[in-house]
């Protein structure tokens, strides 16, 4: 999502890896870093298919330069990529 202005949403894929993915946000001349901590759980369907993987949201930590706080509002990630995992809110400023 480099470089996008007036965003209100996102999509990330998320690591099956490791415990935690890293991500860094660049607001105006502001940076923030955020820790997402997760299981990696393997999902099979088919031999088809291959190998997914779900994961449960564990907790999140973050800066606090540009950004505000960080809810978690479902904290199973799977095939629906229409839920709502995070909400960020970023302080306001005035310039």
């Keep these: 999502i480099n470089q996008q202005v007036n965003t209100d949403s996102f999509s990330l894929p998320v690591s099956f890896g490791q415990e935690v993915d890293e991500l860094y ?3 105006n001349s502001l940076r923030d870093t955020v820790w997402v901590s997760k299981t990696n759980e ?3 369907e088919s031999v088809d298919c291959g190998l997914n993987y779900f994961h449960t949201l564990r ?3 973050y800066t606090r330069n ?3 706080s960080i ?4 904290k199973e990630v799977n095939y629906d990529v229409s839920k709502q995992h995070f ?3 970023f302080k306001e400023y005035r310039f």
Excluded at 71 to 74: A, D, L, S
Aim: proline content about 5%; charged content about 15%.
């Design 25 to 27: 946000f660049h607001t």
């Design 71 to 74: 809810v978690i509002k479902n």
């Design 66 to 68: 540009a950004i505000d």
């Design 42 to 44: 393997p999902h099979f």
């Design 59 to 61: 907790g999140v930590r």
């Design 87 to 89: 909400y960020i809110y």
